[in-house]
């Protein structure tokens, strides 16, 4: 699986876009871009995954680089519910495993 | 429909000390998952299992053994407890949403401290 690097932690206003980074510059042509949160005191919570195109779901859009060798996770309206460590996971197909690293800490501000 | 459930929520042992931690899922998944998290840090895989029967290492097994009886059921071991196995364990059960996805759900999690 390819080393994702995000930053350790982001401030966002309630109600405004988030738009939280990832790179992934070692990635493999077959491998997966996975999201997950953790809200305070939860287990980690699917957000999103993709491939090579861009993906919209009801939690959340993912945004992936022409190269693939980064990806950007856009919440639309940030809520104080999504206040959480979001984590970037690159996996390959075969893969039944995700590795977590240590994600970023997101802090939405009211 | 619970999801993944974890028993207990918390538990307080000594050195030496065993006990086993049970997963439970009622999805009929295939896949299950131990984690543990350490402060701070992101999920480390313990072991994990394909199906019944079967159960693989992950990247820290080491101190804990698991068994997978039953395909709803996924159980962690620690024969005997090092106060470096204080940590919060989670457990997680997963299908492949197609080739190559396996969308984890996650359990509440174990707060484990060993003295």
């Known amino acids: 699986d390819a080393k994702t690097t995000q930053p350790n932690s982001m401030e966002s206003n309630e109600e405004e876009p988030v738009h939280l980074p990832c790179n992934h510059s070692?990635?493999?042509?077959?491998?997966?871009i996975h999201w997950y949160r953790q809200l305070p005191s939860q287990g980690p919570e699917y957000v999103i995954h993709g491939l090579t195109s861009n993906v919209n779901n009801r939690m959340a859009s993912l945004a992936i680089a022409e190269d693939r060798k980064s990806s950007t996770l856009i919440l639309h309206r940030a809520t104080l519910r999504d206040a959480a460590v979001y984590y970037c996971i690159t996996s390959s197909g075969s893969a039944r495993q995700l590795t977590f690293g240590s994600g970023t800490q997101l802090t939405v501000l009211p | 429909n619970a999801g993944v459930t974890q028993t207990p929520k918390f538990r307080v042992l000594k050195t030496g000390q065993s006990m086993t931690l049970l997963c439970a899922q009622d999805?009929?998944?295939?896949?299950m998952y131990w984690y543990r998290q350490d402060p701070g840090m992101g999920l480390r895989l313990i072991h994990y299992?394909?199906?019944?029967?079967?159960?693989a290492k992950g990247e820290v097994p080491d101190g804990y053994n698991v068994s997978r009886l039953k395909k709803q059921n996924f159980l962690l071991g620690l024969e005997s407890a090092a106060p470096s196995q204080t940590s919060v364990y989670f457990c997680?059960?997963?299908?492949?949403?197609?080739?190559?996805?396996?969308?984890?759900?996650f359990g509440p999690g174990t707060r484990l401290t060993v003295t």
């Open positions: 299992s394909v199906g019944e029967g079967t159960t």
């Open positions: 997680a059960s997963s299908y492949s949403i197609l080739s190559g996805i396996y969308e984890q759900y």
């Open positions: 070692t990635i493999s042509g077959t491998d997966y």
């Open positions: 999805m009929n998944h295939e896949y």
